[in-house]
């Protein structure tokens, strides 16, 4: 049942984001090109430097993916896959996330990808422009409200939901998504 609910989600995320994605293109299209035009140089850099995904990458509709949902994404990446910014060749960890929020890729049999976990340049402006949309800010507002609402209802802290840094920068470095959803039901350390 959870697999089939977390389906679920991804499909009726990614088709709001669909059509606010066309709604923001007919209100602003001069910022929806150069988010476009963001996401294509990102794909053009994924796809010529990684000959072996290079044929199973699909021609895009950029509606259905500068942002998607992804359920159980990939969630692996390694330091120097695609740049040589980096000297650690090391495979970095990440947990499993049940649910992504990302701009994504095709992969062969219209499969979705997060964009993130190949090496882009080294900006993230992809995701900073997407970041940006206000229906963006709007769920992950909500969300976050309900995780510190969760967090209240439990007695928790919750310290590391900081409200007072800007709330339209995004800071992650090296993103895989632009945010997850995860959901567990263990009582212990790590969940």
Known sequence: MVKEFQ????VKLSEYF?????????NNQREYQLICSEYDRQFDIIKNNNHDLANK??????NEVLISCLSEPITKYKMNDFTNNMNDIDLIYSPRIDIA????I???RRKK???GIYRLTEDVNIFKKVHNLDFIKNLENSLRQKSINNFREHRLPYSHFSTSHN????INKRPLHLFGIEIENQKNSKH
């Open 18 to 26: 669909r059509r606010e994605l066309i709604s923001f293109d007919r």
């Open 7 to 10: 389906k679920q989600v991804e």
């Open 113 to 115: 990808a997060s964009i």
């Open 101 to 104: 929020i990302s701009p994504t």
């Open 106 to 108: 095709l992969i062969k």
């Open 167 to 170: 709330e339209s920068e995004y």
């Open 57 to 62: 990458l699909k021609i895009y509709n950029h």
